[in-house]
């Protein structure tokens, strides 16, 4: 799998190495380029383009941008609504038991409502859907940060094909030990990892086929 931007002479190369960094050391540069690749995951035309055997991949649906990974939960908006439609397909393989609990459910604001002296009623019935919605069932997260990761690598690979993880400044919020645990959960999961960083980060990994580093200087030159 291969990521170009137009602009750029450097053909950024995932079968090579799983993690590749973007250094722009120009800030003013640095944010057109990643809000130009944000506005591409969000659909708009940009200046990226991905693909796989020569065929074109949509960012959109195939990539994923994590940009804060102390709550992660705004950019897995979309990972929380595929596992809902997950688990009403389930459900359909369980029709008896799924309507045995939604007619309890029904049954029990019924009674709730008989309770009380005031013009109160129930409209419609319930469905899978509005279970599902009041469990707001979503990835799990917790205080570690690589396993975080690693529950989203997992489902995020799994119902919804994504096939690039992007970050955004994540070496400086990782210890050395941390960053050692990333890199090897990337390599497990065989995923595919795209860092922009706005300065040069310090890493063992940089450029020892695991972790290639690309820097464009202050002067926009290809490094």
Known sequence: MILVNSDWSRIIDFDNFKVNT???????YFRRVVSNFIGQIDGAEGK??????????DLSKKA???SDIF?????LKKANGKINKYIKTLSIDSFEATRNITSDLEKYIDELLTDIDLPIVRSGTIDIDDILKISNIHVEQGEDIIENLVNIFNV???LLD???FVFINIHKLMT?????????TVILKDANVLIFESEVPRDFYIDNGIEKIYIIDEELCEI
């Open 64 to 66: 994923l941008l994590i």
């Open 22 to 28: 973007i250094v722009v050391e120009n800030i003013e």
């Open 162 to 164: 994504i096939r690039l």
């Open 156 to 158: 995020c690979t799994a």
């Open 176 to 184: 050395s030990y941390e960053w050692d645990c990333f890199i090897k």
């Open 71 to 75: 709550d992660v939960n705004p950019s």
């Open 48 to 57: 990226f383009s991905l693909s796989h055997e020569n065929i074109g991949l």
